[in-house]
């Protein structure tokens, strides 16, 4: 399958991958896992790598159906009943819905290395080849010229990134050196370090927030990889807001000759959770084979297929061998920034919040 035609498809999918075996012996475990927009190619490709170690480790054959949306759509769709073995998302907060939900036990991130997050990403700018607006910064994107691709905050989980670190990078939130660090050693320190939050320019971030929603941003679409499809394939906006491999993913797709990437020079840092669906695996007697998948996530296979696809692999040999297309970047956290995601969704993205009350879409 190309890559122009994974793209097309900019709604929620299911796929399965049978790894080529005979239909009886896939029938020996399933799982379902319900995962965030731009992720279709990275379990693509994990999924029939995982399913052959599994196989050769167990003799059991497995079979790994993905569904994909935006974050937090996904996460309600699973509080609503869609039976996902694992869920692996966009953020903390949609991973702490389910649980609140009673699906998943308290504890789950300590279950798996790095707050269960194998990888991490950020947020960057796409761009017309020769940027022909002079995209440099955040600052530039509330140009009275410019057109600005997004997704919606409300339901995307990198609409919630791109808004926070919109908010962040204007408000001057206190950046790091964290791009490199695979483990993330150094935010955890920074957060736990931190006697109080720093104080933030708001009052501006609020004036910039305002003015990008309601005058910049022409299409607000549900998830991460619509806003792709609504810059790359349908030519909206001038610059595209969006995770670091949903650029990379255009940009390959479509040719260096049509676009380029532009890094900010600051962002905020972006964790992936993972997490087994406690609920549906002990119901449906699938926990050994989505425990040994959500695993499977950390070994030096699949981190190096998750730099290849330009997420920032949690394993520093994985992440150094990429770092030519993912350089290192200033970013802010959203623990010592924000106060973490459960305060941040209260704050901005809760009905009747900061995004509810600051963002008037046209009748």
């Known amino acids: 399958m190309t890559r122009r035609r994974l793209i097309a498809g900019a709604g929620a999918i299911v796929a399965s991958a049978h790894v080529g075996v005979p239909a009886w012996a896939a029938q020996d475990v399933k799982l379902l896992n319900v995962s965030y927009d731009p992720t279709r190619e990275l379990y693509s490709v994990i999924n029939e790598a995982f399913a052959a170690d599994y196989k050769a480790k167990t003799g059991t054959m497995v079979t790994i159906e993905q569904s994909h949306g935006g974050s937090s759509k996904q996460a309600r769709s699973v509080i609503d009943g869609l039976k996902a073995d694992v869920v692996t998302l966009a953020l903390d907060w949609d991973v702490t819905a389910i649980e609140r939900a009673g699906l998943i036990k308290p504890g789950w991130r300590d279950r798996l290395p790095d707050n269960a997050s194998p990888y991490t990403s950020t947020v960057a700018f796409l761009v017309r080849k020769g940027n022909p607006k002079g995209i440099k910064d955040w600052s530039d994107l509330t140009k009275s010229d410019v057109q600005v691709v997004t997704a919606n905050p409300k339901t995307s989980g990198g609409g919630r990134w791109a808004f926070l670190a919109l908010w962040g990078a204007v408000a001057k939130a206190k950046t790091h050196d964290l791009s490199t ?7 955890k320190a920074a957060a736990k370090a931190a006697t109080a939050f720093p104080v933030l320019d708001d009052a501006t971030a609020r004036t910039v927030i305002t003015t990008f929603y309601n005058s910049q941003v022409p299409v607000l679409d549900t998830g991460a990889r619509g806003s792709t499809v609504s810059f790359a394939q349908k030519q909206i906006g001038d610059v595209l807001v969006n995770w670091e491999n949903e650029l990379w993913l255009a940009l390959e797709e479509f040719g260096a000759d049509k676009f380029e990437i532009v890094y900010p020079s600051v962002s905020i840092l972006g964790e992936a959770p993972v997490a087994v669906v406690d609920a549906v695996a002990d119901a449906k007697g699938t926990r050994a084979a989505a425990e040994a ?7 030096k296979d699949a981190q190096d297929t998750i730099g290849q696809l330009h997420y920032r692999p949690r394993d520093i040999e994985a992440l150094a061998r990429y770092s030519k297309d993912l350089p290192p970047i200033k970013l802010f956290t959203i623990d010592e920034t924000f106060g973490g995601w459960t305060k941040a969704h209260a704050t901005f993205f809760a009905d009747g919040g900061v ?5 008037k879409p046209l009748k």
């Open 181 to 187: 660090v695979a483990g993330n050693d150094e935010a």
């Open 293 to 299: 998948y959500l695993q499977y996530l950390y070994t």
């Open 355 to 359: 995004f509810d009350a600051l963002y």
